[in-house]
Every structure is written in C-alpha cells, then in structure tokens.
C-alpha cells in the first residue's frame, strides 16, 4: 500500500459535471482508505473541493499553506486572494487599529474588520463576488454604481460594474430582479467575503 498517492492534474479532460462526480469519487476513496495525497491541479474550485491543506505557489514560491476555507476567506497576498476563488481587489486606507479590529476607508465606506496584524495607512480590500450586494434603489451608506454588463446563469446573475473603487465583478442569487446593463444600481458590502491583505 502506497504512503503517497501524487494526483497531476487527474480530472482536467473530463466535462463540468462528470469532474465534479469523479472529484467526490476521489475524496471519498482518499478519505476512507487513510493515504496521503498530494493532489496538482490549476483549478481553483478543485483545490477547495478535494483538500484539507492546500499549498498556493506562485514562481515557484510557496505563497501560503492552510486550509481551504483559510486560503479563501484569510488570503496572505494579494495573489492567493485572486488565485484562490474570484477577488475583486481595491486599494483602501486603514484610519485606526484598536485590538485585532481596523477601521477601513474605501470609497466613502467604512467597514470594521479584522486587522490581520496591518498598522495604519494603505491596505488593499480583497473582495469576493457574492459579499457585493446590490440594490435598484438608493439607501443610506450605499455606493452608486453602473450595471457594465449583465449575464443570466440560471442559479445567479453575473455583473459587471463601474464603481468608485474600480470596476467589480459580482455574483448575486437574486435571478427573479435583474438589474438591466447600462443601468444604475446601489452597492454595499456583506459583514462575510471582505477581507484586508498587505498592499504589495
């Protein structure tokens, strides 16, 4: 029995849906019989789906080493938070560190989150598509935007805005209000899938 099994890349030629089936297959069989596996892949959503420890490397560097749920939510860099999953990245000013809390200006919003060991001053947002929430009419403490483009998917809407902070890429589950391209909507930010990384 092997101590090691090394998986390169094993699903890459399979459709969406067999990938996902043979993926569960995999987990399981690794799960059960107990051996280590060291699993290669470029898919992002594989890496989350098959792991208990991912290693992100960027040039041959090992860029961070964690779970999957700390690699996505808690990304090291600027380049695990877009490598692992989608981020939209945008430049924000950390005004005040109190504990492990930082109070954090982008755009006109400020947001209370996690310090992650940052001092004051430039920091970069990482934000995933889905913590973006749009609204058709303005309310307080929201940001107007413009609907670049619009995509239905059956289960979600894909956007793309123009916004304050650059252009935004966004996920909403609300299929049922559409919100037309070339309109204009309101944004702000869910407590979850927001996180500060290093500027660099």
């Avoid at 890349?9 to 297959?25: F, G, M, T, W, Y």
């Avoid at 041959?60 to 939510?73: K, S």
């Avoid at 894909?158 to 209000?177: A, C, M, S």
């Amino acid at each position: 029995e092997p101590e090691v099994l090394l998986f390169d890349e094993p699903l890459s030629n399979l459709d969406a849906k067999l990938r996902r089936h043979v993926r569960e297959e995999v987990r399981e069989l690794q799960q059960k019989l107990g051996i280590t596996a060291v699993y290669v892949t470029h898919d992002q959503e594989e890496a989350l789906a098959v792991s208990d420890r991912i290693i992100v490397m960027n040039e041959a560097v090992i860029a961070q080493i964690g779970t999957p749920r700390d690699l996505y939510e808690l990304p090291a860099s600027r380049f695990v938070a877009d490598f692992i999953g989608d981020a939209n990245l945008a430049p924000a000013v950390i005004e005040g560190v109190e504990g492990d809390r930082a109070m954090v200006s982008v755009a006109g919003l400020r947001l209370d989150l996690k310090a992650r060991g940052l001092a004051a001053g430039d920091a970069m947002l990482a934000i995933r598509p889905r913590a973006i929430q749009l609204h058709g009419e303005q309310a307080q403490g929201v940001l107007q935007v413009t609907i670049d483009k619009a995509a239905y998917l059956g289960s979600h809407m894909e956007y793309e805005l123009k916004t304050p902070l650059g252009d935004l890429f966004v996920i909403d589950p609300h299929v049922d209000r559409p919100l037309a391209a070339g309109s204009d909507a309101w944004m702000d930010l869910a407590p979850r899938g927001v996180t500060l990384v290093p500027p660099d």
